[in-house]
């Protein structure tokens, strides 16, 4: 592969690649939803009265905990994902070496090489099949809250009759600075594939204010974890033209609310970027499952060719050269992932 060559899904040698790439791409926004959740702090303002508000702020509580809960899940999904690409092709080239180069193993030893082949599958698809299980229950424990944070949110709403289309002005221009800032996210992930790209993470906070007293005080705050290739987010962010104009327009249209009118298009918009949020890691579901399917097709090949060779083919004459080829494609994958870099640095954006 050459070093500047970007990996696409027009290549089709590295399919099984793919579903890997998207895999990580799912856990990396669970992620983002996580460290969003268990940042997520609601603070109750002068002006800004009813029940909702209270009920939100401990609701708030429950899905910030239950978000801190998922760095027990990553540990077991992202280990079993990648390190067993790795082994697995270090141990396929060994026998594709044999057999393609060398060609000096006898048929009995390729048999006993591919009965381990063989096991090794099917070890990390029953391993697989568990971790994606574990992730639904934590999933299922995140939803079941964030409904009742979607219920007082609403119950807000509900109260604002004739002053609910403008204070949509509001929540929509905070709706194009979170989309800006998901947009950049999406548009750094492809440098990560390039074989010399230097990825990084960069863990942020957007914090929602409302003027008190002509101060700024915080009603919402909520983190979030950003994507980056060769400089910081912060970076890439301050010199984007949209998201200084969607600041600029937040910064008018605050001038004409209210803060209780502010708390409500702020919380609106929050819910709005969780629930992309959700979707997304909604996707991660469907890619560890095509994970455990690589792993069953992969010991079906090996449980076809064992059979084949009980049934009189010859050992010798297998042909393991394109296997081999998908194999180390994604190793390269799986060993760029587990050396991903982690930046400190972070920044912190009030609106």
């Known amino acids: 592969m050459k070093d500047d ?47 909702w508000v209270t009920t939100l702020a401990a609701r708030a509580a429950m899905l910030s905990e239950a978000g801190g809960k998922w760095h027990e899940v990553r540990e077991q999904m992202a280990a079993p994902l990648l390190a067993p690409i790795v082994s697995y092709d270090n141990s396929f080239s060994v026998l594709n070496e044999h057999l393609a180069v060398s060609k000096d193993m006898d048929a009995e030893s390729i048999i006993c090489y591919m009965q381990n082949l063989y096991d090794m599958a099917k070890e990390h698809a029953a391993k697989l099949r568990q971790v994606k299980h574990e992730f639904e229950l934590w999933k299922n424990s995140v939803d079941n809250v964030f409904s009742l944070v979607e219920e007082s949110i609403e119950e807000g709403w509900s ?14 221009e ?30 942020g906070k957007i914090v929602y ?5 002509g101060k700024a005080v915080s009603f919402l705050s909520a983190g979030g974890l950003f994507f980056t290739v060769g400089s910081t987010f912060y970076e890439i962010f301050s010199n984007y033209s949209k998201a200084k104009t969607a600041i600029e327009e937040i910064q008018k249209c605050k001038t004409e609310f209210n803060l209780r009118q502010q708390a409500l298009a702020q919380t609106k918009s929050l819910l709005r970027f969780l629930q992309k949020l959700q979707i997304k890691v909604v ?7 095509e994970i455990v399917e690589l792993w069953e097709d992969e010991k079906s090949f090996l449980g076809n060719k064992l059979s084949s060779f009980r049934s009189g083919a010859d050992p010798q004459k297998t042909n393991l050269v394109a296997k081999a080829a998908t194999w180390e494609t994604m190793s390269e994958f799986a060993q760029k992932f587990l050396q991903e870099s982690y930046r400190s640095d972070s ?3 009030e609106i």
């Open 174 to 203: 905070i709706a194009v600075l979170q989309n800006t800032i998901a947009d950049l996210q999406d548009d750094a992930m492809p440098g990560i594939l390039k074989k010399e790209g230097k990825f990084a993470k960069s863990f």
């Open 283 to 289: 996707l991660l579901e469907n890619e560890f499952g």
């Open 347 to 349: 920044f912190e954006l």
């Open 159 to 172: 109260a604002l009759d004739v002053e609910e289309i403008s204070v949509s002005r509001l929540t929509g």
């Open 5 to 51: 060559k970007i990996i696409t899904m027009a290549d089709s040698s590295i399919a099984s690649a793919q579903k890997v790439w998207h895999a990580i791409q799912g856990i990396w926004y669970a992620d983002g939803l996580a460290h969003t959740l268990n940042s997520l702090q609601v603070h109750t303002l002068p002006g800004i009265s009813g029940d």
């Open 209 to 213: 204010t409302g003027m008190v007293a």
